[in-house]
């Protein structure tokens, strides 16, 4: 199985934007569909991203992402950070075994 | 509303068993694959078993290959999984997901249920 690699922490002050990368260790990034999940604390996972780059309803336009062949990563971009943001955020692909991959996880601070 | 409630968690000694429930709602079940996740305490996701719409698709991580069992009763629209030879690092809360193949990803997941493997 290849691996998601999450930053561990990123942070950023409210009103910015900020990135977080999930870069696949092998195969191409583009052969199975990426998601996203935010995990506030306490809570359950949900879905901010589906299919790479889509967004499900309810799930604010500030948030987006994108995959990147040529750096074999998906990136997920939060604009006009707010503090309701501050969460942990998961990457996810399905390996070619029919498992289930997640990123380590990227905690987004908001200062 | 969909809903998912898992249950059955708690204080287990290493080497015992435990079976975690999942109480699905608000849809039809016996339609969605369903999976389980986990999170250690203070760590990240990782994935734990699928098991199809009839059973006939079912996966494991290999960190609980041989150990855990996943299973579904369509008929009480109910998601189990039976942990056997529990370990100190199966200590997590346990996630019931529902899988949604379109669009792809974990549409739903329950609020968890904590196990505690100590002696």
């Known amino acids: 199985n290849f691996m998601l690699t999450q930053p561990h922490s990123v942070s950023e002050s409210p009103g910015k934007t900020v990135t977080i990368s999930c870069t696949r260790s092998?195969?191409?990034?583009?052969?199975?569909?990426v998601q996203w999940y935010q995990q506030r604390p306490g809570s359950s996972p949900t879905t901010v991203i589906y299919?790479?780059?889509?967004?499900p309803s309810g799930v604010p336009d500030r948030f987006s992402a994108s995959i990147d062949s040529s750096s074999n990563s998906a990136s997920l971009t939060i604009s006009g950070l707010q503090t309701e943001d501050e969460a942990d955020y998961y990457c996810q692909s399905y390996a070619s075994n029919n498992h289930w991959i997640f990123g380590g996880g990227t905690k987004l601070t908001v200062l | 509303e969909v809903q998912l409630v898992e249950s059955g968690g708690g204080l287990v000694k290493p080497g015992g068993s435990l079976r975690l429930s999942c109480a699905a709602s608000?849809?039809?079940?016996?339609?969605?694959?369903m999976n389980w996740v986990r999170q250690a305490p203070g760590k990240g996701l990782e994935w734990v078993s699928s098991?199809?719409?009839?059973?006939?698709?079912?996966y494991y991580a290999d960190s609980v290959k041989g150990r855990f069992t996943i299973s579904r009763d369509n008929a009480k629209n109910s998601l189990y999984l039976q942990m056997n030879s529990l370990r100190a690092e199966d200590t997590a809360v346990y996630y019931c997901?529902?899988?949604?193949?379109?669009?792809?990803?974990?549409?739903?997941w329950g609020q968890g249920t904590l196990v505690t493997v100590s002696s």
């Open positions: 608000g849809f039809t079940f016996s339609s969605y694959s």
């Open positions: 299919e790479d780059s889509q967004r």
């Open positions: 098991i199809s719409t009839g059973r006939n698709y079912i």
């Open positions: 997901a529902r899988e949604s193949s379109s669009p792809e990803n974990f549409d739903y």
């Open positions: 092998s195969g191409s990034i583009a052969s199975n569909y």
